[in-house]
């Protein structure tokens, strides 16, 4: 089976817990990303979504201009080692609910396994690359 290693993004974006959501949506835009890891004094803490923004966000919430990425991210608690398999980060995936999995190479993060990328590497399987 394909390791995790093959298919993750390996570009990075991360933001600060002490910037508000707004801030950390528009990042999301410029970068074309769904996601930022939050990093405080060299370590990572949490992750930021677009899902986790429209949830808290539009369905009125709190206000992105006064509420901190702080407040609205999830604690980092899933990652995966780039050598373990796909179906290993898909159950992850299934099991958290989540559509993000930070990916780890000898305990550091060195990039991102999401959704997108299983979509990718099933299409890659199934021999469709007209997406």
């Known amino acids: 089976m394909s390791k995790v290693g093959k298919y993750m993004s390996t570009q990075i974006f991360s933001t600060s817990p002490d910037k508000y959501a707004y801030e950390a949506v528009d990042e999301m835009y410029?970068?074309?990303?769904s996601a930022l890891l939050v990093k405080e004094g060299?370590?990572?803490v949490?992750?930021?979504?677009?899902?986790d923004w429209m949830f808290l966000v539009l369905k009125g919430e709190c206000d992105p201009k006064k509420m901190q990425i702080s407040a609205v991210m999830t604690k980092l608690a899933s990652t995966i080692d780039e050598n373990q398999t796909v179906a290993e980060a898909c159950a992850i995936i299934e099991s958290r609910k989540i559509r993000h999995?930070?990916?780890?190479?000898n305990g550091e993060i060195v990039g991102?396994?999401?959704v997108k990328d299983l979509e990718k590497y099933y299409l890659q399987l199934h021999k469709k690359?007209?997406?």
């Not at 410029?30 to 990303?33: A, D, E, H, R």
């Not at 949490?46 to 899902?51: C, F």
């Open 30 to 33: 410029k970068n074309k990303v």
């Open 42 to 44: 060299g370590e990572y």
């Open 46 to 51: 949490g992750i930021i979504t677009k899902t």
């Open 101 to 105: 999995v930070p990916v780890t190479r």
């Open 112 to 114: 991102m396994f999401s």
């Open 129 to 131: 690359t007209d997406f």
